[in-house]
């Protein structure tokens, strides 16, 4: 059996005032390529991550749209959910 996973994160500090946003892509529960917006670039674990990642980041397109991701994926899902985590009782 093999497994693929991708993971998006965002970290919070400060309500929206602080916010990082980390993908990573794990084989078999290891992670071979990872994207951290404090970075700003794709980060290979392993050979394939590595040419994987110097092809991501390559790709100018591409690129500004995971460092854009802050405001259109976190910021997004902080705005829909905030009602629902912080104002019950």
């Not at 965002?10 to 892509?25: D, H, L, P, S, W």
């Not at 794990?26 to 071979?32: A, D, G, K, V, W």
């Not at 980041?57 to 976190?74: H, I, K, P, Q, Y």
């Amino acid at each position: 059996v093999f497994q693929r996973m991708t993971k998006s994160e965002c970290y919070f500090i400060n309500g929206t005032e602080k916010v990082r946003y980390v993908q990573r892509a794990i084989y078999n529960r290891e992670q071979f390529i990872m994207f951290d917006s404090d970075v700003g670039h794709f980060v290979g674990f392993t050979p394939y991550g590595e040419k994987l990642a110097k092809r991501w980041n390559s790709n100018a397109v591409f690129m500004e749209d995971r460092r854009t991701a802050v405001d259109w994926f976190c910021r997004c899902w902080y705005k829909n959910f905030t009602p629902f985590l912080t104002e019950r009782r």
